[in-house]
């Protein structure tokens, strides 16, 4: 997903370290709480984006580049001379309780992790019974590419070499169940980077790959119990990061910019 320019003229909130949050992030996770807090269900018409802007008091130009981004991950839809919507959750039964998350609500993130934890670990022990040699190709085809987007500090391919690198170990565990929760929670973690922390974790990115890599070679030597024991490593260290980052940004004491 391709976010705003960050570096055109917008409104930008201190995270009390000498660090700013764009705008646009700080209004699309405003907009997703309005959403909670009127009740409004999957299909149910938001107000406009002037009206949104008001709401939530930022410029209609910010509220623009949000509406932007949770439409692109799939919270609204928007349908051109008709309006702002509430997006309709796909046919995966998990969409509909997902479709009332906040990504940058601390509690709601440490329940995600905790999810996730159970739902990685357990499939990662079953594709290190079950991996075909081609799902174990693309696993460590992931794995590689995750480390070489490490090594340039390029976020954006690593985010797209971990989405493979999980979902590959999700089909690996030859489940359908697993391999359509783990998408979905993809999806989850996709709105925490993009709304809650955008541009975070850039500095553990070489750790995380080094995981992959060993989480990778626990499944293609069939060692459940390594596999199990790496990804539930890889899992906490994850959680610790986005726990630590949301709660400094709590912890500023600044107001976002109208």
């Known amino acids: 997903m391709a976010l705003p320019d960050q570096s055109s003229p917008v409104p930008q909130q201190s995270t009390g370290d000498g660090g700013y949050r764009p705008g646009y992030e700080i209004a699309a996770e405003l907009i997703l709480e309005y959403i909670v807090r009127e009740q409004l269900p999957p299909g149910a018409r938001l107000p406009t984006e002037k009206e949104l802007a008001d709401e939530i008091r930022m410029s209609k130009t910010v509220v623009r580049e949000a509406v932007k981004i949770l439409s692109a991950l799939g919270r609204l839809s928007v349908h051109k001379g008709r309006g702002i919507y509430v997006a309709e959750p796909d046919a995966s039964p998990w969409r509909e309780p997902f479709s009332q998350f906040l990504p940058a609500d601390v509690r709601q993130v440490e329940e995600f992790f ?102 990778a070679e626990a499944i293609a030597s069939g060692d459940e119990a390594l596999a199990t024991r790496l990804m539930a490593e890889h899992i906490d260290m994850t959680t610790h990061q986005f726990q630590q980052e949301i709660r400094r940004r709590l912890l500023s004491n600044d107001t976002p910019s109208a």
């Open 114 to 215: 905790e999810f996730r934890l159970h739902v990685e670990t357990i499939a990662a022990q079953l594709a290190a019974q079950r991996a075909a040699p081609a799902q174990v190709k693309v696993i460590r085809e992931a794995a590689q590419q995750s480390a070489e987007a490490a090594e340039r500090s390029d976020l954006e391919a690593f985010t797209r070499a971990d989405e493979d690198f999980h979902g590959g170990i999700g089909a690996a565990a030859s489940n359908m169940f697993f391999a359509s929760t783990i998408n979905s929670v993809r999806r989850l973690q996709r709105q925490v980077g993009a709304i809650g922390l955008a541009g975070v974790a850039g500095g553990s990115l070489a750790v995380a790959a080094d995981q992959h890599e060993a989480i």
